[in-house]
T-cell receptor, first 113, second 115 residues
Framework: AQTVTQSQPEMSVQEAETVTLSCTYD???????LFWYKQPPSRQMILVIR??????QNATENRFSVNFQKAAKSFSLKISDSQLGDAAMYFC??????????FGTGTRLTIIP | DTGVSQNPRHKITKRGQNVTFRCDPI?????LYWYRQTLGQGPEFLTY????????KSRLLSDRFSAERPKGSFSTLEIQRTEQGDSAMYLC?????????????FGPGTRLTVL
């Protein structure tokens, strides 16, 4: 069974600084998708960034980028120029075959003004 | 707003009662997913539909749980004889199944408290 591990329950970063959230996963598949979702307090989950496993190039969305290491089964999220609005729970998720998402336990990110 | 909606947003019930939640997906989305999220955990998959067909059910979905998606539009999740362990946030998500489309759009969730 696929598993997703986020080993950092909590992280904090000074406003305007850069922070990296870690995620590892386990799968026997070669073609799959990885996601980072953001869940602000009392608000719904939204997609931050997506990575297709067959693409070697790391995905980037504005201040958000990933470091995808397929052989190591690692998928970290880097947030540059952190803003107060980035404070949230961040979940790493895996998807194979356009089916269900398997989530990690999340990392709570605090932004220090 | 044309996002995923869920009702009710909060439900408090007594142990042993039945509850039903509703999810309205984004209108053109043919896939609908239910997840359960307990405090401090990531969402866990419960079941999903493509149109009106229920394609997969998690082992987490005991016989007390049933989900439907009549006519491939909205979906309902019913929990019979609720237990305190059912207290959780129930999330609904929808997606458009097509090649290259894998993003699931989430609703705000229904928070269930079983007393």
């Amino acid at each position: 069974a696929q598993t997703v591990t986020q080993s950092q329950p909590e992280m904090s970063v000074q406003e305007a600084e850069t922070v990296t959230l870690s995620c590892t996963y386990d799968t026997s598949e070669s073609d799959y998708y990885l996601f980072w979702y953001k869940q602000p307090p009392s608000r719904q989950m939204i997609l931050v960034i997506r990575q297709e496993a067959y693409k070697q190039q790391n995905a980037t969305e504005n201040r958000f980028s990933v470091n995808f290491q397929k052989a190591a089964k690692s998928f970290s999220l880097k947030i540059s120029d952190s803003q107060l609005g980035d404070a949230a729970m961040y979940f790493c998720a895996y998807c194979f075959g356009n089916e269900k998402l398997t989530f990690g336990t999340g990392t709570r990110l605090t932004i220090i003004p | 707003d044309t996002g995923v909606s869920q009702n009710p947003r909060h439900k408090i019930t007594k142990r042993g009662q039945n509850v039903t939640f509703r999810c309205d997906p984004i209108s053109e989305h043919n896939r609908l997913y239910w997840y359960r999220q307990t405090l401090g955990q990531g969402p866990e998959f419960l079941t999903y539909f493509q149109n009106e067909a229920q394609l997969e059910k998690s082992r987490l979905l005991s016989d007390r749980f049933s989900a439907e998606r009549p006519k491939g539009s909205f979906s309902t999740l019913e929990i019979q004889r609720t237990e305190q362990g059912d207290s959780a946030m129930y999330l609904c998500a929808s997606s458009l199944y097509s090649l290259g489309t894998h993003e699931q759009f989430f609703g705000p969730g229904t928070r269930l408290t079983v007393l």
